[in-house]
Each structure stands twice: as structure tokens, then as C-alpha cells.
């Protein structure tokens, strides 16, 4: 299929939370070099529009996410303290983004984890099944727990870069590559400004009111039952 190529440029913002918990879940553990790879390929599929033919020149990829945390947890089934700075998890992460720094176009923006809250929880299906009598403490594994721990100045960063590039109109198109409908308000604003305003939730299933605030919803991959790839569907226009 030949391609038009066109002036318009396009900026990606990718979560980066919710782009490693999706791609993990879709194409299983990568090493750090290898998921950097993956994002970038999937990023530049969106800058072809098969529907359209066109081709986009791309703006920036910014990356959002956090620093590997460094604390000590305490873990109440392993009845232990986990030092962070000493698992693969810490290691891969410190990779993950140092080697993001080193790939053109790439902008790196960094929140932090507020980590002095985190702890271990229980899985909130565990612990239905446990509360139904389905499971015993004894049934307990250690995969049952979670680590909770939450991010601080993420959608912030996220929200004031989609203002900014809105404002100065340095983008015909932002793609927001997430599930959150947090930045509803940053997408109505960037709409208002003209700009074409799309939505890759990586097939996941989002709230109906992000759906409405957007210009359309895309996923750059390949769905089993509709055989079709980066094909945009639009949204109900407000």
C-alpha cells in the first residue's frame, strides 16, 4: 500500500505505568532493551494511517513514569523485610529508563513514587474468595499479594504537556497512549484548540466518558477476531 506523506506532525505521550502493565500482559516479560524496542515500534505504527494512507511526521515521544522505588518493604507472608535497591525489579526498571534517554525523539518525564505509603495487599479477588470461605489462609501464595504503591506528579506532567502543546499549536494530532480518564480535561482542552485528539488504550477496556472526549480511540495491534491494525474508529464528536 503506498503511503502520502503529509506535513502534520503528531506528539505521542505514553503512560508508562499502564504501557508496561499492558504489554507485559499482551506480549509477556521482555528484557529492558527489548521492551524499549517495542514501545518505540508501536509508537511509530501510529504514525502510519492506513485508513487514510497518510504518513505523519512525528513531533516527540514523551515518556512518563517513575523511578524504581528504593525503599524496604515489609512483606507479611514471606514475614520479611524486601529491600528494592536488590531485586530484579529495581535493576530492570534503572535500565528500562536510562536506555529511554539514550533513543532519539524520546522525552522523559519523571514523577515520583510516594513510597514511604507503600506496602503489601492482599488481592481484592483473593480476598473475596477468602472472605466467601471459597479459600483458606493456609491457600495463601505469595503471588496473592500486591505491592501498593502510588505515583506522584505522572497525570500532572502529562496534563500540563498536552496543554502546552495545544496552546502553541506545535502538533496537528496528540495520541495518548493510556486508559485513564483522568485526562479528560486535557483532551477537551486540546480539542477546543484544534487539535486532533486520539485515544490508544491497547485495547483495554475504557469508561464511556473518555470515549466521549476524544476524537477517536486507536490501537496499534493486531485484534484476533477483526483481523485489522492501527485502524482508527471514531468517536462521538461533543
Known amino acids: 500500500m503506498k503511503f502520502n506523506k503529509f506535513?502534520?506532525?503528531?506528539?505521542?505521550?505514553?503512560?508508562?505505568?499502564?504501557?508496561?502493565?499492558?504489554?507485559?500482559?499482551?506480549?509477556?516479560?521482555?528484557?529492558?532493551?527489548?521492551?524499549?524496542?517495542?514501545?518505540?515500534?508501536?509508537?511509530?505504527?501510529?504514525?502510519?494511517?492506513?485508513?487514510?494512507?497518510?504518513?505523519?511526521?512525528?513531533?516527540?515521544?514523551?515518556?512518563?513514569?517513575?523511578?524504581?522505588?528504593?525503599?524496604?518493604?515489609?512483606?507479611?507472608?514471606?514475614?520479611?523485610?524486601?529491600?528494592?535497591?536488590?531485586?530484579?525489579?529495581?535493576?530492570?526498571?534503572?535500565?528500562?529508563?536510562e536506555g529511554l534517554t539514550y533513543r532519539r525523539k524520546i522525552a522523559l518525564r519523571l514523577g515520583t513514587l510516594s513510597d514511604t505509603q507503600a506496602k503489601y495487599t492482599l488481592d481484592a479477588k483473593v480476598l473475596n474468595k477468602l472472605c466467601k470461605?471459597?479459600?483458606?489462609?493456609?491457600?495463601?501464595?505469595?503471588?496473592?499479594?500486591?505491592?501498593?504503591?502510588?505515583?506522584?506528579?505522572?497525570?500532572?506532567?502529562?496534563?500540563?504537556d498536552i496543554a502546552s502543546i495545544a496552546y502553541k499549536h506545535q502538533v496537528d494530532k496528540i495520541i495518548l497512549i493510556s486508559g485513564d480518564s483522568d485526562f479528560v480535561p486535557a483532551a477537551k482542552l486540546a480539542r477546543r484548540e484544534g487539535i486532533d485528539f486520539v485515544l490508544d488504550p491497547m485495547r483495554h477496556k475504557i469508561k464511556s466518558e473518555l470515549q466521549e472526549h476524544v476524537d477517536g480511540v486507536m490501537s496499534c495491534f493486531s485484534d484476533p477476531k477483526k483481523k485489522q491494525e492501527c485502524k482508527e474508529k471514531d468517536s462521538k464528536e461533543i
Not at 26 to 35: A, E, Y
Open 133 to 160: 470461605g471459597d479459600i483458606k489462609v493456609d491457600d495463601l501464595k505469595e503471588s496473592d499479594f500486591r505491592l501498593e504503591v502510588k505515583q506522584k506528579g505522572v497525570d500532572m506532567k502529562i496534563g500540563v
Open 7 to 97: 506535513n502534520d506532525k503528531v506528539a505521542i505521550l505514553v503512560d508508562g505505568g499502564f504501557y508496561r502493565r499492558r504489554a507485559q500482559s499482551l506480549w509477556g516479560q521482555q528484557t529492558s532493551d527489548d521492551r524499549i524496542d517495542e514501545l518505540l515500534n508501536y509508537c511509530y505504527r501510529h504514525l502510519r494511517d492506513k485508513g487514510a494512507r497518510k504518513e505523519f511526521e512525528l513531533y516527540r515521544i514523551f515518556y512518563y513514569d517513575c523511578p524504581p522505588m528504593s525503599r524496604t518493604v515489609y512483606h507479611p507472608f514471606l514475614k520479611k523485610n524486601i529491600d528494592f535497591r536488590h531485586t530484579p525489579l529495581y535493576t530492570w526498571m534503572t535500565e528500562f529508563l
